[in-house]
């Protein structure tokens, strides 16, 4: 494991690059370049807004539903986006695993690093959402890197498992579409989780998508730190999803070539 | 300090392919990853390899020869420990470059500078590093601007130029070819060879071709797989020799015995089919058949044909190509005015090159039967069917060995 993280490390460069190049070649391509990144989770926001906050009234609290909507789709985006570039990523790159040896696990962190750039992005429009709302800066936000940690580790965790059942299986590549749509309604993307009754709350809680997106929007929304009731949960999920997920790729990793 | 070490130890190396699992519990017992190392069952895997042993030192340049299929590619694979032996050892020291495929991982959408960090950064190199032999890379491939283009508006002679070039300057201990200089025209060949023997003297080279003539120049030792095992090692002269004595003998059998003849798998065939090239080989003056020539040898080509339909003014045709695609030379019936006034169904139609003169290499021959010397709509057209080899101690460069004679040199007061 840790020679696993060393040689890792030593390919560092080429898990930027090939981030990069992603990022590089996406943008170079479109009219709009990077707005593209703002346009997915703006337009889905406005939207959302118009249907549950004209057509259907959710109930959100004191903040307006654009910038709750927003927070949610930021974050899912950033998990789904990473997740289902992610899972195929290894078996499109089947011209590169066949020919050239090299830390595997660095194809899918890649794209999970080209989709977080958007996210980045979206996060820079959301602050500048905020202050447009009058919404104040609070202490809570210290909370923010641990919020991230737990994020990325969760994303990276299924972006591992995904990527390497799918080279295994196929059937992965068909269900994943599913999975996804399923995950977002099953996580406080469009609505709050406060609706959710409160006897399977906690249960729905564990969900580490819906524990993050939750605390994101109590930092930023409600300026209080998130419950460790919440935030404890989610990041020993979190944590075990990642480590089983790096373990599994690592031990698979040596047949990918076979299997092609 | 100078004994020289072992780069490369492969002892005892057996590689097997396992079938894709097929039950439901099979697959579960896959994921799970049991069968991810040790006993494949023997019945439902393939053994590409097996027991191979072998070293190689520093600084040695060893090729490796032997049929399609004999585990050539699955050799290499190891080396650059891109899979791993279902049993065996395989130790390689050092940094390896791998030219297995040129310009794989490029992408086609960046342009060829950020490619050539991108294929660095594959082959394990730091930013830095790649700064520090961008310059040389970019002289090397000879593609100046065009480095600012995306490469996907590259042709495949670019491609292979700028992939050769990254994969010769990362200072590499070991370097893993497969049929390397058989890409780009004569010139950039030419200039991939030179850089190729100043590689010699500072790395380790695994050298992979079909090109016999090339793999007794550069190669001091020679491996020859046959059907997955070490068959034989040793002076490059000799083993080239033995294999190529064994190609003849082997196609001899396959006559004798009946058995279809190895078919190409780069062939491409079409026509209408009145007429059609039932087999095409390559004989010695006496009708033996054979796969390898020295230069300024007979060589004849034996055309069998059959007859399925109604045909019209038919006249056949042959071509012969070098391994890179270049046009050598091509005749064809018609050029001759021969009128063939074919009667039976069947026969056999041969042409004879007296002294072939052709430089050592790889050749393909491409054959055909039409009407009217039309060969944009043929009964029959075989492109690629066979190939053979020119073997030489000649050291001529280009494509044909002109008749040529060198004076003295006059000296002028």
């Not at chain 1, 390919?11 to 996406?26: D, P, T, V």
């Not at chain 1, 959100?60 to 654009?66: N, T, W």
């Not at chain 2, 097929?22 to 590409?48: H, I, M, V, Y």
């Not at chain 2, 891109?82 to 395989?90: D, E």
Request: glycine letters at 8%; proline letters at 4%; hydrophobic letters at 45%.
């Amino acid at each position: 494991m840790i020679e696993h993280a060393r040689r890792l490390v030593r390919y560092r460069g080429l898990l930027w690059n090939l981030a990069l190049s992603e990022l590089k070649a996406k943008h170079r391509q479109t009219a709009l370049g990077m707005v593209w990144a703002l346009l997915q989770p703006v337009s889905l926001m406005v939207v959302y807004t118009i249907v549950f906050s004209l057509f259907v009234n959710v109930p959100v609290g004191d903040s307006p539903y654009a910038l709750f909507a927003y927070v949610g789709l930021v974050t899912w985006l950033f998990f789904s986006t990473s997740v289902s570039a992610g899972t195929a990523s290894v078996v499109a790159q089947m011209n590169l695993i066949t020919k050239a040896n090299f830390p595997r696990e660095v194809i899918p962190l890649s794209k999970l690093i080209a989709s977080g750039f958007d996210f980045l992005i979206g996060w820079g429009c959301f602050m500048i959402l905020l202050a447009w709302y009058g919404t104040p800066l609070t202490s809570a936000w210290c909370v923010f890197p641990w919020i991230l940690t737990v994020q990325v580790l969760f994303i990276a965790g299924i972006v591992l498992w995904g990527a390497a059942l799918y080279v295994l299986k196929r059937d992965v590549g068909s269900l994943l579409p599913l999975v996804l749509q399923v995950w977002m309604y099953l996580s406080p993307v469009i609505y709050p989780a406060d609706l959710i009754p409160s006897a399977y709350r906690a249960f729905y809680l564990l969900n580490p998508m819906a524990a993050v997106i939750e605390a994101y929007r109590s930092v930023t929304l409600g300026g209080a730190i998130p419950p460790l009731a919440v935030m404890a949960p989610a990041t020993v999920i979190a944590l075990t999803v990642f480590v089983s997920g790096y373990v599994y790729f690592k031990h698979t990793e040596v047949r990918f070539a076979d299997i092609m | 300090m100078s004994l020289p070490e072992p780069m490369i130890e492969f002892d005892k190396v057996s590689k097997c392919y396992n079938q894709q699992p097929k039950t439901f519990r099979e697959s579960l017992a896959c994921l799970s990853g049991r069968s991810a190392r040790g006993n494949p069952s023997e019945d439902a895997g393939f053994w590409a390899l097996q027991d191979v042993s072998f070293n190689v030192k520093r600084g040695e340049t060893l090729g490796i020869i032997g049929d399609n299929g004999a585990g050539k590619s699955t050799l290499l694979k190891l080396m650059a420990g891109i899979t791993r032996p279902t049993q065996g050892r395989v130790d390689v020291k050092g940094r390896i470059s791998s030219l297995i495929e040129l310009g794989a991982g490029f992408n086609p959408d960046l342009t060829g500078q950020e490619n050539i960090y991108l294929n660095g950064a594959v082959l394990g190199l730091t930013r830095r590093e790649i700064d520090g032999c961008l310059q040389q890379i970019a002289d090397f491939s000879g593609l100046g601007s065009f480095l600012t283009m995306p490469v996907k508006y590259y042709s495949s002679g670019m491609y292979a130029r700028l992939g050769f070039a990254i994969a010769v300057h990362v200072q590499a201990d070991v370097i893993l070819t497969d049929e390397i200089l058989a890409v780009g025209d004569a010139a950039f060949q030419r200039q991939c060879l030179r850089k190729f023997k100043v590689l010699q003297n500072s790395s380790t080279i695994i050298f992979v071709s079909h090109d016999l003539a090339r793999v007794k120049e550069v190669c001091s030792r020679v491996l020859w797989i046959r059907k997955g095992r070490l068959h034989c090692q040793g002076e490059s002269g000799k083993v080239v020799e033995a294999y190529l004595q064994a190609v003849r003998e082997d196609r001899d059998h396959d006559l004798r015995a009946g058995r279809e003849l190895h078919h190409e798998p780069e062939e491409r065939r079409s026509g209408t089919g009145e007429v059609e090239i039932v087999e095409i080989g390559t004989c010695t003056e006496r009708g033996e058949p054979r796969f390898a020539f020295r230069s300024d040898e007979p060589l004849l080509v034996r055309i069998k044909y059959q007859l399925h339909g109604h045909s019209h003014d038919l006249g056949f045709g042959v071509n012969i190509m070098s391994y890179a695609g270049v046009f050598v030379h091509g005749t064809n019936t018609f050029i001759h005015g021969m009128a063939l006034d074919l009667i039976k169904k069947t026969g056999v139609i041969e042409l004879l090159y007296p002294n072939l003169p052709m430089v050592p290499g790889t050749y393909w021959l491409t054959a055909g039967a039409t009407s009217d010397n039309n060969w944009s709509v043929p009964y029959d057209l075989r492109e690629r069917v066979c190939k053979f080899e020119v073997l030489s101690t000649r050291r001529d460069g280009g494509l044909v060995c002109l008749e040529h004679h060198w004076s003295d040199p006059v000296e002028h007061g």
